[in-house]
C-alpha cells in the first residue's frame, strides 16, 4: 500500500481534498530533504528507511521532481548544483583523484553532455574507493597516462585537481568505445573553434602521448581546412 494511503487511513474518510493535498505536499518536502540532506542525492535505500514507499518515488520520478540517474540512485532536479563543490569533495575524499574525461569536458563548455556522475582519474596502482555521494566513476589510469596534465583550480569550495583541455581531448579519443565518440568529436570541434585558446601543437603533443595521434591529426585537419 502507498504511503500516502496509509496516511489517510488512519486520519479517517473524512478529510477534505485540502487537507489530502497538505498531506501530499508533506510527503514531497520529507522526500525533497532526503536529498538536500545528501547533496542532491539519494538513494533508493534511503528513502525506504525513511518508510518512503516506491510508488511515491516513482511519482516524484514521473511529476520530474527526482530524477533516476541509475538503479538505486536519484538526483534531485531543482537542485543548485555547485561543480566546484563536487569536485572540490571527490578531491577531498582521495588526493589523487584528478577530474577527467566526460566531466573535464563539461568543465570546459567543451560538450554539451551532461554526466550523471563525476568521472575521475587515479594511478593504476590505488586501492578502490568509493563515494556515496557525489557519484563518481572511478578510471585506473597508468602512470604513463596518469601524470601529464594535471592542473590545479583554487576555489572558494576547496582545491580541484583537473586535467587540461588537451589532455582531456586525448582521454576522450582513448576511451571513445567506453564513452562514445560523438562527446570526444564535439569536444574537439569545440575546442577548436575558440581560436584565442586553442593550442593545436599542444593537442597533438597529447594526442601522441596517448597513441591517438592517428585519429586526432587527420581529423584537425578536416576541420579546419
Known amino acids: 500500500m502507498d504511503d500516502i494511503k496509509i496516511i489517510l487511513s488512519r486520519v479517517g474518510p473524512g478529510l ?15 522526500i525533497i530533504k532526503i536529498f538536500e540532506k545528501n547533496k542532491g542525492y539519494a538513494r533508493m535505500v534511503e528513502m525506504k528507511k525513511a518508510n518512503i514507499h516506491t510508488r511515491r518515488i516513482a511519482n516524484a520520478v ?41 566531466s573535464a569536458a563539461e568543465y570546459y563548455e567543451l560538450t554539451t553532455f551532461n554526466p550523471s556522475y563525476i568521472t575521475v582519474a587515479v594511478p593504476h596502482n590505488t586501492p578502490r574507493f568509493k563515494l556515496d555521494y557525489p557519484p563518481i566513476k572511478v578510471y585506473y589510469f597508468a602512470d604513463s ?58 593537442l597533438i603533443e597529447y594526442a601522441e602521448i596517448y597513441g591517438v595521434k592517428k585519429k586526432i591529426e587527420p581529423m584537425v585537419k578536416a576541420i579546419l581546412s
Open 16 to 30: 477534505s481534498e485540502e487537507d489530502k493535498s497538505k498531506i501530499i505536499s508533506l510527503l514531497s518536502e520529507k
Open 62 to 102: 514521473e511529476k520530474g521532481v527526482i530524477e533516476k540517474i541509475k538503479p538505486g540512485l536519484y538526483k534531485l532536479k531543482d537542485y543548485s548544483w555547485d561543480e566546484h563543490s563536487s569536485f572540490a569533495e571527490v578531491n577531498h575524499a582521495h588526493t589523487k583523484a584528478v577530474i577527467c574525461l566526460t
Open 145 to 202: 597516462y596518469y601524470s601529464p596534465g594535471i592542473e590545479i583550480l583554487k576555489t572558494k569550495s576547496g582545491i580541484v585537481r583537473i586535467y587540461n583541455k588537451e589532455k582531456t581531448i586525448g582521454d576522450l579519443f582513448r576511451y571513445m568505445k567506453k564513452i562514445g565518440g560523438d562527446i570526444a568529436v564535439e569536444s574537439l570541434k569545440t575546442y577548436l573553434q575558440n581560436r584565442k585558446e586553442r593550442n593545436i601543437p599542444k
